[in-house]
C-alpha cells in the first residue's frame, strides 16, 4: 500500500460529526472522573499497546521503513510515557493545588478562603506526527498528556502511516473501553479537509500538533482565527546548534565530529532535535574529520522531495559551500555537510532557519569568541542547544548562558537526540521551535497544556472538590 | 483637561523605538539579576508608589472621577501586589525547579541529569485599563509580575488617566533606577498606533491587555500574525453570572436582591468581574426586591456612550424587557435591570455575552431545575461564576460544579467582585473571558506567563544556573 494514495483518504463529515458529539459528550463524566480512574485507563492502554507489540511494530516497519531496534525501542518509550502519567496522576504530583486560608488581616484587606485546582480544558485535537509512529503519533505524548489531564482526544492520524494507526486506535478504544472510560474518550480521524473542519468546531477547546513550521504554522492561523480562539500547542522546526568551544576542540576535536555525525545521520536524521548545525573553531579541518554513512531508507517520498528542497536552499546561500558528501542510499539520496563562515550567518541569520529533515548539517566556522557570540546572539528559537565543552573552560559556561536564551534545552557535552520522559523534561522553546514557548510537548508538565486552574471562593468543606479538601 | 483630547497623543516613532531597543538591551542583564535584586526593585517601586500616594491618588481622582476611598484601596491594592511578588522571589516560591538526577535504569532507558528553571521569557508589552488606574494599569498585575519574571516592560498608557500615567511611570522609573536596575527595564508610551507597532516588533516578546473583548480581539490577532507569533494574554469579558437557588431564594430572597444590587452598581459597575446576569427562580419577585441607587460619576465619555450602547442592544433581544430603572446620575445614565425567561437565553445564548459594562443587570428566570442546567450549559467562558445557596443544598453543590465547566473563579454565597491577589487566586476563563484559558491575571501565578522553562542537561554543578545546584 503506498502512504500517499493512504494520505487522500478522509473521514466523511457524518462520521467526523459523530466524533466531535461523542467526544463533547464524554467531556463531562471524563471530567468527574477521579485521578485513579484516569490512571487505570493509561494503564490498561500502556498493557494494551505492550500487548499488541508484535503487531505494530511489524506494521510500523512496513509503513515507516524505521528499524525494527528503533521501533521497538520507541514502543517501549510510549508505553513508559503512559504509566509516567498514571503514577504522577496516582501520586498527585499532576494535580496541582493550592489552598489559601481565609485571613482577616491580609495586607489589602481580608482575604476570603481560596482554592485553587485544575479542571480539563475539553475535547483535544491531536496531529500526529510522521517521524515518531508511536511515541508522536496517535497513543504519543500528545494524546496520554490530555487523557491524564481528563480530555477526550481526537487524533488526526498522519497519513504516513495509516494502518499502524488504525491498529493503534483500535489497541486504545478498546482498552479505554475495558476500563469502563466514557465513550468518546478517544477516536481516530483521516485527512487534511476533516482535521481542519475539526480544528476549527467550537467542540474542539485545544490542539497539539508535532511537524513542519509551514504545516504547523498554517495549522496554529485556523486556530487563532477562530471566532473563539483555541490555544495550539506546535512543535515545529529547530536546527539544535551545537557549540564546539576552542578548548573541547584542542582536546578532542576529531572525536566530537565523529560524535557528531553519529547523532546527525541517526534514524536518517529525520529527529526534530537533529543537530543541524554545528559551531567550531576550524571549520576546515572539522569537516575534513567527517566520515559520512550512507543514510537508511527516509519515511516517505514526502520527505525525501523535501529534504532535497531544502538541501538545494541551504547550498544556494550566500558563502555556503559543500563540505562533504556521503553515499546515496536507498532513497538516492546522500548524507551532506555544509559549511560557512560565521560572517556570512550573522549576515543572513535566515540560515539557522533552514531545517534540512534528514541527514544534512551545516559547520559554521567562526574565527573568534566575538565571532561565536554574534551568531548565537542571531539565533531563532530552536527546541535544543548543545555545548562541547574542556575540562576547564569558561567560555563554555558563557556559551550555555547564551543558548539558554534561545532554547528550550541545553546540553552539555552530549548530543540532543534521544529525548528522556521525565519531570524535569522541557521539549519546547520561542518561536520558530513552538507556537508555545512557555510550554513542554515532552515529559510529565506537558500535562498542564490541558489543564485550566478554577479557583473556589468561600465554599463550605463539603461542596468542595476532592482535592481541595482540608 | 480632556481624556479624549490627550488620548490622540501618540509616541513618537523615534522614542518608540530608543524605548524598543532600550527594552531589547535590558533583557540580557535583567535576564541575570538575582531574585534578590528583583525583590529589591519590586520592594522599591512599592515604596515610590507609596511616598507618592498623595499626588497619584488627586491625579487619579481628577482622571477617573472614581471616589478617594476607593482609589486609596486601589493603591493600597497595587503596592501590596509588587511587595508580594517580591516576598515570592525571595522565599523561592515564584521560580519553579524540577530536578532529575541521572538514572541508569529509567524505564524508558538510561536518563542523563537533568534539571529545569525558568528564564524571563524577553521584553513585555502591557496594556493599561481604564478602570483599575493602579491595579491594573502602568505599575499594575502585568507589570510587576513581569517585572518579578526578569522581564524589560513596556506599558501602554490607558488615554483615560495620562497624567496618572506619566506620574506613576515617573515614579517607578526613578525607583528602578536608584536600585541599578538596567536602563531599560520599564517604559511608558503612549498612543493607539505607537503601542500596534511596538505588539508587532520582534523585540517585544509577550504582551498582556486588560479591557474590551472587541479591543482585545484585535490586538490578539495581531500579536498572532505577526511572522513570529508571541503570547498574547488579554483578559477581555464577562458577565459573572450568579446562581440563586431555590433554596437560598426561599431562605434569603430579598436580602441576595439586594446585596446583587450593591456588587452590581459597585464603581458604576465598572469591574470586569461586575455580576451582570443573575438567575432566579423567580425573577418578578427578585426584580421588585431590587432598589437601584444613583449611579456615580464614570470614568470618561467613551465608556458612557458604551454602557448607552450595550443596553439598547440588551434591550432589543428577544424576551428581554425592562424591569427595573433608576434614577439617572451625573452622566445621565441611570443604573438598570432586565428581565428575561431562561428558555429565550437558551435560544440566544450571545444574551450571555452580551457585557454592559457599567451599572445593568440582567435576571434571567428559571422555572425548574432543568430549565437552569441548560442556561448553563451555554455559558460562555467567564472570569467568575457565584453561587448563593442555603445551609442544605444539594443543587448548589452541582450547580459550582457546573459553573466551573465555564469559569476561572467559582464564589459561594458571595459576590465577584473584591478580587484577592494571592496564591490561590485564579482570575481567567475560558474566551471570551479571556484569550489565554490556562493562566491567570491576578495573584502569584501570574509570573508563568511570562517565565520560559528551560532544561539543562548533563551540566557539571559549576557550569548550572545557581538556583539547579544540588
Known amino acids: ?6 494520505a487522500a483518504h478522509e473521514t466523511a463529515p457524518d462520521d467526523l460529526e459523530s466524533v466531535l458529539a461523542a467526544a463533547h459528550a464524554a467531556a463531562r463524566p471524563l471530567a468527574r472522573s477521579t485521578p485513579a480512574e484516569r490512571a487505570d ?10 500487548g499488541a507489540r508484535a503487531e505494530l511494530v511489524a506494521l510500523a516497519g512496513e509503513e515507516t521503513h524505521l528499524p525494527q531496534a528503533r521501533l521497538e525501542g520507541e ?3 510510549t508505553v513508559f510515557q503512559a504509566r509516567l502519567f498514571a503514577a504522577g496522576l496516582r501520586d498527585g504530583s499532576l494535580l496541582p493545588t493550592r489552598i489559601d486560608h481565609a485571613d482577616p488581616d491580609w495586607g489589602m484587606g481580608p482575604r476570603p478562603d481560596l482554592r485553587r485546582t485544575v479542571v480539563p480544558i475539553g475535547p483535544v485535537l491531536v496531529f500526529a506526527a510522521s517521524n515518531f509512529p508511536f511515541a508522536f503519533s496517535v497513543a504519543g505524548g500528545d494524546s496520554v498528556s490530555a487523557l491524564a489531564a481528563g480530555c477526550p482526544v481526537v487524533v488526526k492520524a498522519h497519513p504516513g502511516h495509516p494502518r499502524l494507526s488504525l491498529a493503534t486506535a483500535r489497541q486504545v478504544t478498546a482498552a479505554l473501553a475495558a476500563v469502563g472510560a466514557p465513550e468518546g474518550t478517544f477516536a481516530l480521524v483521516e485527512g487534511v479537509e476533516a482535521s481542519k473542519t475539526a480544528l476549527t468546531d467550537r467542540r474542539i477547546r485545544a490542539a497539539g500538533f508535532t511537524g513542519s513550521v509551514r504545516g504547523g504554522r498554517a495549522l496554529f492561523d485556523l486556530a487563532v482565527s477562530r471566532p473563539d480562539p483555541i490555544p495550539f500547542h506546535g512543535e515545529l ?4 546548534p551545537v557549540v564546539v568551544t576552542p578548548a573541547a576542540w584542542a582536546e578532542r576535536g576529531a572525536d566530537v565530529a565523529a560524535a557528531w555525525v553519529g547523532s546527525l545521520t541517526l534514524g536518517a536524521g529525520q529527529f526534530c532535535t537533529n543537530p543541524g548545525v554545528v559551531l567550531v573553531p576550524d571549520a576546515e579541518a572539522f569537516t575534513a574529520a567527517v566520515d559520512l554513512p550512507v543514510p537508511g531508507p527516509m519515511l516517505h517520498p514526502g520527505i525525501v522531495e523535501g529534504f532535497r528542497t531544502a538541501t538545494d536552499e541551504l547550498a544556494s546561500q550566500p558563502g555556503v559551500r559543500s563540505a562533504a558528501s556521503g553515499e546515496a542510499g536507498p532513497d538516492g539520496i546522500a548524507a551532506q555537510v555544509f559549511s560557512v563562515p560565521a560572517a556570512d550567518v550573522v549576515a543572513n541569520p535566515h540560515l539557522l532557519e533552514l531545517e534540512a529533515f534528514g541527514p544534512a548539517g551545516l559547520v559554521v566556522g567562526y574565527s573568534s569568541e566575538d ?4 551568531v548565537l546572539d542571531a539565533l531563532p528559537g530552536q527546541l535544543t542547544g548543545s555545548v562541547h565543552a574542556a575540562a576547564d573552560d569558561p567560555l563554555a559556561v558563557e556559551v550555555a548562558g547564551l543558548l539558554a536564551e534561545h532554547v528550550g534545552r541545553v546540553v552539555w557535552n552530549d548530543w540532543p537526540t534521544g529525548v528522556t520522559v521525565s519531570s524535569a ?9 513552538t507556537t508555545s514557548p512557555t510550554t513542554t510537548s515532552v515529559g510529565t508538565a506537558a500535562i498542564s497544556r490541558w489543564q485550566r486552574p478554577v479557583a473556589f471562593q468561600g465554599f463550605p468543606t463539603a461542596a468542595l472538590p476532592d482535592e481541595l479538601k482540608d
Open 371 to 374: 565571532d561565536l557570540r554574534a
Open 237 to 240: 522546526g529547530s536546527v539544535n
Open 425 to 433: 523534561q522541557q521539549h519546547g522553546g520561542p518561536w520558530p521551535a
Open 1 to 6: 500500500m503506498d502512504a500517499h494514495q493512504e
Open 41 to 50: 485507563a493509561l494503564e490498561a492502554v500502556a498493557r494494551a499497546l505492550e
Open 75 to 77: 514502543l517501549t518509550r
